[in-house]
């Protein structure tokens, strides 16, 4: 063998040997960044019958799915009414002439695990009255028998 070979083959696996030491060193210490949490639902809206309410907001172009909440703001109190990948939801069986408050929050899941964005500013409705409206423009007449 002569020197040369020798000198190339040591530089070859010192530099092997430096390349195979940052791997050990670096990948233990490699952070794998978590998914960024999803945007905050924007444009929710809310329109009322006499015993549900539909739910309506923009689609967040970074959430997969998105949680329903009704809110208690006496207890100040979230309830998860839904998990959904639509962008509405019709809550049914409420009462009449009632006031609720409602919220979306957007999330993605990831191996399992859920990461959220901020919840969305509530929406306060109220139900529209079982009572009919009063009739106007009713006219009577007699008939003769």
Not at 111 to 127: A, I, L, W
């Amino acid at each position: 063998m002569t020197k040369n070979f020798i000198r190339r083959t040591a530089a070859l696996f010192s530099a092997l040997v430096i390349i195979l030491t940052a791997f050990t060193f670096v990948l233990p210490f490699t952070v794998f960044a978590a998914p960024a949490k999803p945007s905050q639902v924007k444009g929710l809206k809310a329109s009322p019958g006499t015993t549900y309410v539909t739910l309506t907001w923009n689609k967040v172009s970074d959430a997969a799915d998105y949680a329903v909440f009704s809110y208690n703001p006496k207890t100040d109190k979230y309830t998860v009414l839904k998990n959904t990948s639509d962008t509405s939801y019709k809550v049914k069986n409420l009462n009449a002439s009632s006031t609720y408050y409602y919220a979306i929050q957007a999330y993605n899941t990831v191996s399992g695990k859920r990461y959220y964005g901020d919840v969305s500013k509530e929406v306060k409705v109220k139900t529209k009255s079982a009572t009919p409206s009063q009739v106007k423009n009713l006219a009577a007449s007699s008939v003769n028998a």
